[in-house]
C-alpha cells in the first residue's frame, strides 16, 4: 500500500483502483507485517489497492513474499467482480494470528 515500507517495489506499476474483497477474507497482523488469510466469516472484507503488475516485476514480488512457502500467489475476487492475483499467508503462524476486524491494514 502507498506509504507502506514495501511499496517502493511497486515502482512505476499504476495503482488501478482502491478496493475489496469480496466476503470470505480476513487481514491478520503476523509480526509487523499483514497477512491475507480466508475466513470462513461471510461479513469478513479485506480493504486494499489494486495494481497493475507486468510479468518482470511479478517475480521481484514472488521473491519478496517468499511465494510459495510463506506467501502463494491466488486468483481473489474483488467485490466488484474483478479477479486478481494476490498474497495468501500460507504458514500456520499467521492462519492463528490476530485478525484486524475493520479488514484495513491502516485502522489496525
Not at 472484507?45 to 518482470?56: F, K, N, Q, S
Not at 521473491?63 to 481473489?76: C, F, G, K, V, W
Given at each position: 500500500?502507498?506509504?507502506?515500507?514495501?511499496?517502493?517495489?511497486?515502482q512505476g506499476a499504476p495503482l488501478v483502483c482502491l478496493g475489496q474483497t469480496e466476503p470470505g477474507y480476513a487481514l491478520v497482523v503476523f509480526d509487523a507485517y499483514p497477512a491475507l488469510?480466508?475466513?470462513?466469516?461471510?461479513?469478513?472484507?479485506?480493504?486494499?489497492?489494486?495494481?497493475?503488475?507486468?510479468?518482470?516485476?511479478?517475480?521481484?514480488?514472488?521473491?519478496?513474499?517468499?511465494?510459495?512457502?510463506?506467501?502463494?500467489?491466488?486468483?481473489?475476487?474483488?467485490?466488484?467482480?474483478?479477479?486478481?492475483?494476490?498474497?495468501?499467508?500460507?504458514?500456520?503462524?499467521?492462519?492463528?494470528?490476530?485478525?484486524?476486524?475493520?479488514?484495513?491494514?491502516?485502522?489496525?
Amino acid at each position: 500500500m502507498r506509504g507502506e515500507s514495501a511499496h517502493a517495489l511497486l515502482q512505476g506499476a499504476p495503482l488501478v483502483c482502491l478496493g475489496q474483497t469480496e466476503p470470505g477474507y480476513a487481514l491478520v497482523v503476523f509480526d509487523a507485517y499483514p497477512a491475507l488469510v480466508r475466513s470462513a466469516r461471510q461479513d469478513a472484507r479485506v480493504h486494499g489497492e489494486l495494481y497493475r503488475v507486468g510479468d518482470d516485476l511479478v517475480g521481484v514480488l514472488d521473491d519478496y513474499e517468499d511465494h510459495p512457502t510463506l506467501y502463494r500467489r491466488s486468483a481473489i475476487r474483488l467485490a466488484h467482480g474483478t479477479v486478481a492475483q494476490a498474497y495468501f499467508g500460507v504458514a500456520e503462524e499467521m492462519l492463528q494470528a490476530p485478525r484486524i476486524p475493520s479488514g484495513d491494514w491502516r485502522q489496525r
